[in-house]
């Protein structure tokens, strides 16, 4: 098949963006997005204009490095599947695609469609260690978790950080992102111990990165490839009016680093 | 796909050669479940070399199935009639939903189609058992060391290694070397860094100069290709030998002719990925070298002059019960071969059989 791509490029963080139009011919249906885009860019190399620039990693959907906004919508057309993930056969022969990157303040434009997400780690290490003896296996049976919290606590562990929900949400916010990481570790009880400073140390690095207030939309668990549902920001919510109750802010320190 | 589906998936292709039947259509008794024939008592649980050549073995025999015939059923209706959608959903539902995103079948009514393919291996880099390397200082933690792997590469053990090197190793470990270092005392300001970063810069502007012909991606298929043809799941002597001559030329060639485009003053995809290739093609020949040089099979490592009469792996414990560690002697000069010798106390090494 044959597909025209409208594709954002920019130079670096401070340059202008612009449209470029660029024909993808003879596209396999059984390629992958992201194999398409690879053909695209040999061809561009060969023709000795400089490929585009995308972030990649494992192809597999389970690392969060790929992703970007596919005909206005986060990785693109299927529900709960990332860029990498998505195949050609989703798409018509002839029909345009627009490609331009996940966007939103926090995420500055690297080159073309990579942003940098590195907002996204300083929240995780904001959310500091777990208190834990290493050095001996731990003893099987020594801590018990209930099969609900498991799975639970699992279905949070399932975000890949790939910043599809900022991008989708109208005000940018990371609430689903921030929500699965605090639910993951307050779900079991190895997370206990810094519960209350993790929630507080979380969303405070969320603001100081210029992530949005959540509003309800729920564009962020409508796009998110691993389906994290939106229950985790009540969760948050929750955890974070207990922390106001129960704790008082612990001052983040960069130990974790 | 994950190794851990032939827990309950079993594998199959046609009896008869070309047949291009739908699975659904062909009948149990012109199936072949080769490897529960081959293997009895592993059945389809044998380790991932074997599970691997046999695979292979069946394709070559022009019984692989898909277009292109590189492939084998891995069939589920057995298990999911035994114990329902449901309890096979709960397992593997991720692995099935990964499936049918790349294929557009759903492996819950049509066996999945799988062939072996190139995923970590098994060296990596020597460290001692504090996990330090050649570099003092320097720490190799997961798969990026070779300690843990033998011939055979251990089944779903990223995770394991890294979990095992950095919860019980390290933590014992690397407090004598921080304990003999003051914090603080390095700095970059010295000739030795600048030194590294010249050799890096002079490396990336080699390759911008060169403006040829071919993509640095062209030059990482055709020595994929290569490996994949003489260095892969069955090895010769001569294939090898063919291989180490032809790799020298290639890089030759990729040195010569390569196209990158940009510069190295901004973020360079084109230039990352020429880099990388540039080492593949030193890496390449060493692997081939290794491969040359051990002569016998064991494990992911298959020479075909060394098996038994009915096709298995045949080992040599007198000359090679031990791990080769090449040292890397500059660019350009032989790499030397060292040898660490497997010493086995309480279990002696013998001949397994998965029949």
Request: glycine content about 10%.
């Amino acid at each position: 098949m044959n597909l025209v791509l409208m594709v954002w490029r920019q130079e670096n963080a401070r340059a202008q963006g612009h449209m470029q139009r660029i024909e993808a011919k003879d596209v396999s249906p059984d390629m992958s997005f992201l194999e398409m885009l690879d053909v695209v860019n040999e061809g561009l190399t060969e023709a000795g204009q400089s490929p585009i620039a995308f972030d990649h990693d494992c192809r597999e959907g389970i690392c969060g490095s790929c992703g970007v906004v596919i005909n206005g919508v986060p990785h693109g057309p299927q529900p709960g599947t990332t860029t990498c993930q998505l195949h050609m056969r989703h798409f018509r022969d002839g029909q345009v695609i627009v490609i331009e990157p996940f966007r939103a303040r926090a995420f500055p434009v690297i080159r073309d469609l990579m942003v940098d997400r590195s907002a996204f780690d300083r929240v995780i290490a904001a959310g500091g260690f777990i208190t834990s003896p290493t050095g001996s296996a731990p003893d099987g049976n020594a801590m018990l978790v209930s099969k609900h919290a498991a799975d639970t606590a699992m279905e949070a562990a399932a975000c890949i950080g790939c910043g599809a929900c900022v991008a989708a949400c109208p005000n940018a916010s990371a609430m689903l992102f921030v929500g699965a990481k605090v639910s993951h570790l307050g779900l079991l009880p190895q997370g206990q111990p810094e519960r209350w400073s993790r929630v507080h140390a979380m969303v405070a690095a969320m603001d100081a990165e210029g992530f949005g207030g959540c509003t309800n939309f729920l564009e962020c668990a409508a796009v998110c490839p691993k389906n994290v549902s939106s229950d985790f920001i009540g969760r948050l919510n929750r955890d974070l009016i207990g922390a106001v109750f129960l704790a008082r802010p612990r001052v983040a320190s960069n130990d974790a680093g | 796909m994950s190794e851990s589906l032939r827990n309950d998936g079993r594998v199959w292709v046609p009896l008869r050669a070309g047949d291009q039947r739908p699975p659904g259509q062909i009948p149990e008794a012109e199936r072949d479940y080769y490897l529960e024939r081959r293997y009895p008592s592993f059945g389809n649980l044998v380790p991932r070399d074997v599970a691997s050549r046999a695979a292979k073995a069946v394709c070559d025999e022009n019984r692989g199935v898909g277009p292109g015939g590189r492939g084998v059923f891995l069939d589920f209706s057995d298990v999911i009639s035994r114990q329902g959608e449901a309890v096979v959903r709960e397992r593997y539902g991720n692995l099935f939903d990964m499936y049918e995103r790349i294929t557009a079948e759903n492996p819950y009514k049509v066996p999945m189609r799988i062939y072996p393919a190139v995923h970590y291996t098994m060296g990596g880099l020597w460290v001692d058992y504090n996990l330090m390397s050649t570099i003092p200082g320097l720490f190799v933690l997961g798969e990026a060391n070779f300690s843990d792997h033998g011939a055979n590469r251990l089944g779903a053990s990223a995770l394991m290694q890294g979990l095992a090197d950095g919860y019980f190793i390290i933590p014992y470990t690397i407090g004598s070397y921080l304990a003999g270092s003051k914090p603080g005392s390095g700095s970059a300001d010295q000739p030795e860094f600048d030194a590294a970063k010249a050799q890096v810069r002079e490396r990336a502007s080699r390759l911008l100069a060169r403006r040829g012909r071919r993509s640095a991606t062209s030059f990482h298929r055709e020595l994929g290709k290569l490996l994949w043809e003489n260095c892969g799941m069955a090895r010769t002597a001569a294939g090898l030998k063919q291989a180490l001559a032809r790799i020298p030329e290639l890089r030759e060639q990729f040195w010569r002719e390569v196209m990158v485009p940009g510069s190295q003053e901004e973020l360079n995809q084109s230039l990352e990925t020429a880099g990388r290739v540039g080492d593949f093609l030193e890496f390449a020949e060493l692997l081939c070298r290794d491969a040359l040089t051990r002569e016998e099979s064991c494990g992911g490592h298959f020479r075909q002059e060394y098996q038994t009469p009915d096709g298995e792996a045949r080992r040599d414990d007198a000359r090679f019960a031990h791990v080769a560690v090449w040292e890397h002697r500059g660019d350009g000069a032989e790499p030397l071969r060292h040898t660490e010798p497997l010493s086995f106390e309480n279990v002696h090494l013998a001949q397994r059989s998965y029949k």
